[in-house]
């Protein structure tokens, strides 16, 4: 089975993932890095040149790829739960773990997060925080039906996350 990141931008889906793949002596795999890898584009110029509904198609095709996999971690775009085919590949090797945070320090993270601020698009045509709110309200009924376990990670770090994500696992999942 594979252990399957979900969340929102700055829920610290790859930081986590890769601190847990190291722990559990697992291989680390990130959606939107491998969309990048093999379409040679940044996801920004992939929004901004082909559009979001390409995007989600290419998205679509690499989760079909990654689903393939056995016994790895999977970091994936915050945006992969808005289609249930995406969650039925997941699901049909894996656990899905949903990072949540609340709001506030989102916005605080991907604030300081130079390498957000550059590469990654905007979602709405909203200001910044207004697009956090309104984008984890709306996908909240998405994140929570693909979840198997939620972890609220507004006031602990990537360390204690991969902590209790690492105790799931061994105790009450076998994988
Ligand atoms: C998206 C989040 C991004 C990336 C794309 C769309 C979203 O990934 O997949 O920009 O819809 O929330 P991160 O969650 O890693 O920023």
Redesign the pocket.
């Known amino acids: 089975m594979n252990i399957i990141l979900v969340?929102?931008?700055?829920?610290g889906?790859?930081t986590i993932g890769k601190i847990l793949a190291q722990r559990l002596h697992k291989k680390f795999v990130?959606?939107?890095e491998r969309?990048e890898r093999e379409s040679g584009k940044t996801?920004?110029d992939i929004?901004a040149e082909n559009g979001?509904k390409y995007?989600r198609k290419v998205?679509t095709q690499i989760i079909k790829e990654l689903s393939l996999l056995d016994d790895v971690i999977i970091?994936?775009?915050?945006?992969?739960i808005?289609k249930e085919e995406n969650v039925k590949l997941l699901k049909k090797n894996g656990i899905i773990i949903f990072l949540h945070a609340d709001a506030d320090i989102l916005y605080k993270r991907i604030r300081n997060d130079s390498e957000?601020q550059q590469n990654?698009?905007k979602?709405t045509e909203h200001g910044e925080f207004e697009e956090i709110s309104y984008?984890i309200a709306y996908?909240w009924q998405f994140y929570d039906r693909a979840a198997d376990f939620i972890l609220e990670t507004t006031h602990i770090s990537a360390n204690q996350a991969a902590d209790k994500i690492s105790y799931l696992i061994k105790n009450h999942v076998k994988i």
């Open positions: 969340g929102f931008r700055g829920t889906k790859t990130d959606s939107d969309i996801i920004k929004f979001e995007f998205e970091s994936t775009g915050g945006g992969v808005l957000t990654r698009p979602l984008l996908r």
